[in-house]
């Protein structure tokens, strides 16, 4: 038995423009765009490699996708000639051999010394990463900025409006923006005093440090802080009910949530602890959300549900952005 597409979406905060993020086989993520007016889905690119829905986001108005994305098994020039370097100071034939602190210290040297000629291999055409942040045209993939990360760890970022965007990255990996892929239109800012909060411009942060920020944007209310891994959150929806998402973690299945619909005496309407996704719709006053590769919505009033596309026969293919 196949298995069924990983879905999550992201609804603009103004008008009816979305951005769904459809994963599978693992190493392939497609962007898809999603006018919920007349709820239809309109495929943007393909990636092969990573995305990262958790750290991701869309402005209001639904023009600009922030995301974070990776391609772990490529070394960048950098870190390459990082390595060349400590093979050769240590006297060693694998990075391995090197004990941790005294390669902390000499890569920190090194990186001083060689730093002119890490910034012009940075600006080279060819130059690539691990991984990066970067701001496109939703629902496609193609950089109008770029912000090279390198780890697992911080990278992506939060839209605060329409014109003005804060990026996850810790203060060890400040990256410049790749020349000549800008986007004139946007401006960086600093992170706020709340983002602080949950560990921006520090080391070492993942989903939960843009999730949930964005969650509490987007009017959930936390009502119970994190039990290990593990938040519930809660937001009140038409028919007098309570719409409430637990997030968290497991060693099995990663980052994951589950949802219930509850009455205001707080007993179960609806369970829907298979959705890999929920929210509920502003611009339609309904719920949506994903379950075995398929996006439903669900009416608060009458419970109905009804199917609005299934993702799981989509197959990879080469999409140019139209700019």
């Known amino acids: 038995m196949s298995v069924p597409a990983r879905i999550h979406a992201i609804l603009a905060r103004h008008g009816s423009k979305a951005v769904v993020f459809r994963r599978g086989p693992s190493d392939k993520f497609a962007v898809i765009g999603w006018d919920r007016k007349s709820d239809t889905f309109t495929l943007g690119q393909w990636l092969r490699g990573?995305?990262?829905p958790y750290r991701s986001d869309l402005s209001p108005n639904g023009e600009y996708l922030i995301y974070f994305a990776a391609k772990y098994g490529n070394q960048s020039p950098v870190?390459?000639?990082?390595?060349?370097?400590?093979?050769?100071?240590?006297?060693?034939?694998?990075i391995w051999e090197i004990d941790y602190r005294q390669r902390q210290?000499?890569?920190a040297e090194i990186i001083s010394e060689f730093q002119k000629e890490f910034e012009q291999l940075r600006r080279s055409p060819g130059y690539h990463d691990r991984s990066w942040t970067a701001i496109s045209r939703a629902p496609y993939l193609k950089a109008l900025a770029l912000w090279w990360n390198g780890t697992g760890w911080n990278g992506g970022g939060l839209?605060?409006?329409?014109?003005?965007?804060?990026?996850?990255?810790?203060?060890?990996?400040?990256a410049d923006t790749v020349p000549g892929v800008q986007c004139r239109r946007l401006k960086e800012l600093p992170p706020s005093e709340e983002l602080r909060e949950w560990g921006w411009a520090a080391a070492h942060s993942e989903c939960p440090m843009v999730y949930?920020?964005?969650?509490?944007?987007?009017?959930?209310?936390?009502?119970?802080?994190?039990?290990?891994?593990?938040?519930?959150?809660?937001?009140?929806?038409?028919?007098?009910?309570i719409f409430e998402k637990t997030f968290g973690y497991d060693s099995t299945s990663g980052y994951r949530e589950t949802h219930k619909l509850l009455s205001p005496a707080g007993e179960t309407v609806l369970d829907g602890k298979n959705w890999m996704w929920?929210?509920?719709?502003?611009?339609?006053?309904?719920?949506?959300?994903?379950?075995?590769?398929?996006?439903?919505?669900?009416?608060?009033?009458?419970?109905?549900?009804?199917?609005?596309?299934d993702f799981n026969d989509m197959k990879y293919r080469r999409v140019a952005a139209p700019y």
């Open 50 to 52: 990573r995305i990262y």
């Open 105 to 107: 210290r000499a890569e």
């Open 212 to 241: 949930l920020p964005r969650l509490e944007r987007d009017g959930w209310r936390i009502i119970h802080d994190a039990d290990g891994w593990w938040w519930r959150l809660q937001k009140k929806v038409p028919g007098n009910l």
């Open 79 to 94: 870190e390459k000639r990082i390595g060349e370097e400590l093979l050769k100071r240590f006297h060693v034939k694998e």
């Open 278 to 309: 929920a929210e509920f719709d502003t611009y339609r006053k309904r719920i949506v959300c994903a379950e075995a590769g398929k996006i439903h919505a669900v009416d608060p009033q009458t419970l109905k549900t009804k199917e609005l596309y």
């Open 159 to 174: 839209f605060a409006d329409d014109g003005g965007f804060h990026l996850n990255r810790p203060p060890e990996h400040i």
